[in-house]
């Protein structure tokens, strides 16, 4: 059952679809599989089917491993890592200019935000 997530997965070079939950769950699933296999007197057969899950398992982690999250890469609901990243240093960027106007009076705040509007440009460039 596992086998064919791990196509999906090199196919789309990403593990962002695969939650920590459903990794965890998997875990605790081979755990318990193993324990049962080689507790308890089982088949030969079945015990070389643990194993394989063991092997699955393992590929997983390599995954989750090699595959990092990619900060541009677009989530179901149209929204990335960049732009939540852009949003929240345009709401500090904005908050900071309102304060630095009201501290310093009306007649030098547009000389602060030109000076801003430069910083900024100059970060982006680099």
């Known amino acids: ?17 695969l939650p920590w ?23 030969t057969m079945y015990r070389l089917g643990c194993l394989r899950d063991d092997v699955i398992f393992f590929i997983f982690l390599y995954q ?14 149209g929204f990335s890592q960049d732009m939540e990243t852009k949003a929240k240093e345009k709401k500090l960027q904005v908050a900071s200019q309102g304060a630095g106007a009201a501290a310093v009076g009306n007649g030098s705040a547009a000389a602060e935000e030109a000076e801003a509007e430069k910083s900024l440009e100059e970060k982006k460039k680099d």
Do not use: C, G, W
């Open 1 to 17: 059952m596992m086998t064919p997530q791990l196509f999906i997965n090199y196919k789309l070079k990403s593990v962002a679809h």
């Open 21 to 43: 939950r459903m990794l965890t769950y998997k875990a605790l699933n081979t755990f318990i599989d193993d324990i049962f296999a080689f507790v308890i007197k089982m088949p």
């Open 64 to 77: 989750r491993y090699i595959y990092r999250v990619d900060p541009s890469r677009v989530n179901e609901f």
